[in-house]
């Protein structure tokens, strides 16, 4: 058994990671570290994992923690994640980062986009940004891994085949995405309160959200030039999940069944990626608790109008799923191990 | 005291309308009309109007309906309305239809949409679109009024300024719309029930839905030349209300604060509409079980796009209270009577 | 039009107050008052009420705010609820307390239930426990009315018939009880976030919670001799509404319709409780949104045991609509003004 | 790999089944059989599971069937299933029937019960009632195992250690218990519409729900004479899961403490028995999607009262991953195989 230590374990992401290797057949989860909770026993904070993980929550004493495990993934806030992060791979550990800190190619986009300085722009030339139905390869070599954001998971995802099948061109991509509640991580918050937000649904940071520039940088790789994308998140009453509607305008005549026959030769093979036929439409229901991503492109003659459905798990393939198949990859284990199942239907 | 009927009084938007005219300070319910109840008190199939409205349900032979009020509403289901209401206008009724059936200007259309043939098309030529912002003084003259669509509604209403201003061309309106689970009428229907749909999320007729030619009929009035509009449709887990997100691309420099002021300017005096200022974006929430449409635009500069949010409640804005504020006009009563609270906001 | 102000307007039950007072006939708010949102406008924290009431938050300096209005309802919490509704009783001002402040008849009782002193044990002896089915006449004369709780005011108003029907005797009642998430008040509070609250249920202070007290005080005048109760509340993941399930075991042989005939018999002419008849179940969907309280009564014959539903808005009639109730009897008006609609069923 | 079948595997439970099974180490299913869907891809119905089992339905034929698999988890509706089962048993086969047609040693409380006649009586006889921390070594021979209902289980596993204890007599014992939506099945059904049980909370079957006789019975065999419980069933507003308010009146001087002993002790070794301490308290979410049952006793000094909290999932403890622990057992595999993971926590 692998060692695995989960920094940032007591946040969403954090404590779903700690789910999913408690039960995984290769890893054992020897650390959780807690700055909010340092001392208490993990199952007393998340009741759910009582006599499956009670472990008690390290401080997040970098020399302590190390020694525990192999490897680690960390659930950090941007920012925070950087120093330690940095040292751990320092003491030679494989991690796997949540936070944005090492998404970016260069210091600057993410200083800009951020509002915080990175220390360690060295270890953006090293680290791989963790999508493995794209980076395999790089994954597999990876001491340090940047787990995708969310949002730019469920858009990249959605949109890899199209960008790369030069049925497009640039400048005319328009994401409309929707959040579950759990994507604002454990806090407690007015804006999320249970009486706030049931029954709601609105908008959020309309024009600017952070995850665009993430979303155009691995994009315009891709594409092989600069792709801008417009991108509105929204904000929905369900727990988990996400679900991107994506509008593509183009000059060339196309069709659904073409589009779905694109989009399967690219995912040839890929257990987490579901093209679906026509008429079969992605849902949060079918993704939530998994590390699937559900997808189907759609041709729209009369507007000339590619509209992709793209659906994911937020906390799954958009953070904690998607964190434990990079480690998989990293440590050559079956890829699928451990979070090959199917969500909860109901 | 008016006396006013319900046609279809057992569908959600018949019973809203029972529910908001029982307080009405004018109208008196004096007939509620139900195929499938007739014969049935209605508080006992919408417990919550106990003491409030026990009426006993009629059927819908039209002599005895016609007899027991000066007005109806019909909230019966498209092509099922045409007759009836044809028939109540026949009798010198005033009628405010909630189905699609007199909504188009050409028989043609509606047949094309529906798919169902119109019997009445002189009546098309009379029956005034009631969105009463834009069409009141018509309304006030009217004996049978179409009321609108809950997704044209919210639409129309986000549109109608920005249409109308010069600001942008034809050819780039984008509406990626948002509705509560009601908006799929009260049957047993395995896809709405609770265990199917809370927590999920999902767009549906993602291609073609019914209200898009609405939309653009009646945009096209506004234009002065043809509109077209693409539009997306998606179901969220809440009951009532609707969000719109809507993308317009234009090539005129501008601004959020200059589209607010022109906002602002456009329904200047309407109660009911409200123009939110620049970071205080519209929620379903804010609208829910109201008479209001929020609304406010925004200019992404980097895109040269704005975007307009738009929510209304699709039961009632989007239908019911929205058929009293029709009947308040075509009365001569303050349009506001029995209409003008704020929504619970728990 | 009397003036009326509100204290504590930006917590839950304070903005129900303002939101139903807004609409009410012949009360006019012209006083909101909030520690916390000082000086902002009501409208920009309760976004529902934009164009409906744009007041600006008062503090609560008790001689700027007695000026304002000519009677208040306090929603400020229990111990802050003391000094300024004596103040306010001090300058003439009639006040509907929702606080537990004046609840009890012995300063003794309030102490040892809420662990707090009582400044002010003289006005306990003029203050009116505000239930008006079963205290009605004292409440006219009042000019400090203690709104009751909203499990008492729940199982008060389920038990009250049986108390005094002699059919039971005392010792033998056991009271579960269900709130709606709102009970737990407007606070960011990380156990009421959506991601904690949605999907879940659970019983809190299942021995010892507060209302015990209040409702055993009731009871036991009610019935002439100390009654003593078993409650145990519990969370379910709605917004608003509340509904116990009380047990009271007797040897008199009885049986449903005799108790349907007594609880009848007892609340004829109440508007506002509506007892349901054998099969008709009370539910908080029915009330949800109103001051209407459904109460139906069973009679297990296996077991010798009567079985009470009783349902209301914790929100309504367990706070701002019963405290706006008691403000029409104070003021004379009609009982019902301002209250008496039906809740939203969706 | 053992071959598992699933008849009425296209309901809620049975699907449940499907989902556990298709990620077992040792089980491998090879049949899902459903009348309403024979002919359709499994995957198509429930499209979580696309790629995960996508089988076709099969008919019930029971000869086709039974060839298909080693052993049957049977989800059909009581009355429906015990010919099948019986027809299988009679082939050799292994059969875990989630219906009620086993439950009972008697055909008579059966059709007393059920209303329905019985017609393999002498299969009662072999049938063991399968709660494997009860019954494990029964289980254990057992070819027939009767899956106990979802409230048996949650009241029995939470009385069964103060049953067992001495300290309390017959008589005394209530059961106010509240299950999530997915208890009343798959169907479209008007009043579980999403519309209608948002929101809602209610009792139902508030005398005489048919889990009763199975309760006291069971309890009865406990107890070694008979018991008599009062059991009154909630609706709330969450998917799955369940949870049990059980009131026991005694005589006897006791403890929280001491009761958490005497449990712990009951359950001691049980992996799925998490006795929680005093002040940690059972809830829905802590149990929803597992094979847990979270309990504790508290006692109530004033009242001599003992109150247990009970919660597990209607689903999962309540249906269909107890089927699977005690396929588990007949097959003398780690009781926790494939069901031993904590349930998402968001």
């Given at each position: 058994m692998v060692?695995?230590?989960?920094?940032?374990?007591?946040?969403?992401a954090g404590a779903e990671a700690?789910?999913?290797?408690?039960?995984?057949?290769y890893f054992k989860v020897t650390a959780v570290a807690s700055k909010s909770f340092e001392g208490s026993v993990f199952s007393d904070i998340y009741t759910n994992m009582k006599g499956v993980c009670d472990l008690v929550c390290d401080s997040s004493d970098i020399e302590a923690i190390?020694?525990?495990a192999d490897c680690f993934i960390s659930a950090l806030?941007?920012?925070?994640?950087?120093?330690?992060?940095?040292?751990?791979?320092?003491?030679?550990?494989?991690?796997?980062?949540?936070s944005a800190d090492f998404r970016y190619s260069s210091?600057?986009?993410?200083?800009?986009?951020?509002?915080v300085g990175h220390e360690f722009p060295e270890l953006l030339k090293t680290a791989v940004y963790g999508l493995p139905e794209i980076a395999r390869i790089k994954i597999k070599e990876a001491a340090l891994i940047a787990n995708p954001g969310c949002y730019p998971t469920c858009s990249i995802l959605g949109l890899a085949p199209l960008i790369t099948s030069g049925l497009i061109s640039t400048g005319s991509i328009n994401i409309n995405a929707v959040s579950g509640v759990s994507g604002a991580g454990r806090k407690a918050d007015l804006n999320y309160q249970y009486c706030e937000t049931d029954g709601n649904f609105a908008p959020y940071k309309i024009i600017?959200?952070?995850?665009?520039?993430?979303?155009e940088e691995q994009l315009s790789a891709l594409m092989g030039n600069p792709v801008v994308v417009g991108f509105t998140p929204h904000l929905a009453p369900f727990k988990r999940g996400m679900l991107a509607t994506i509008y593509v305008d183009t000059n060339t005549q196309s069709s659904t069944e073409e589009l779905i026959s694109i989009y399967k030769e690219y995912y040839k093979g890929e257990y987490?990626?579901?093209i679906r036929e026509k008429g079969d439409i992605p849902s949060v229901k079918a993704v939530a608790g998994t590390n699937f991503a559900d997808i189907t492109p759609l041709y729209d003659e009369r507007l000339g109008r590619i509209i992709i459905i793209s659906a994911i798990d937020n906390l799954g393939k958009g953070a904690s799923s998607q964190a434990v198949q990079n480690l998989n990859i990293m440590y050559?284990?079956?890829?699928?191990?451990?979070?090959?199942?199917?969500?909860?239907?109901i």
């Open positions: 060692r695995v230590g989960i920094l940032g374990a007591t946040g969403y700690v789910r999913i290797l408690a039960m995984h057949p190390a020694a525990k806030p941007h920012a925070a994640s950087q120093k330690i992060v940095a040292s751990l791979i320092g003491a030679g550990k494989k991690v796997v980062d949540l210091a600057e986009t993410y200083e800009r986009t951020y509002g600017g959200h952070r995850h665009t520039t993430e979303i987490f990626i579901r050559g284990f079956d890829e699928k191990s451990g979070i090959a199942g199917a969500g909860l239907y």
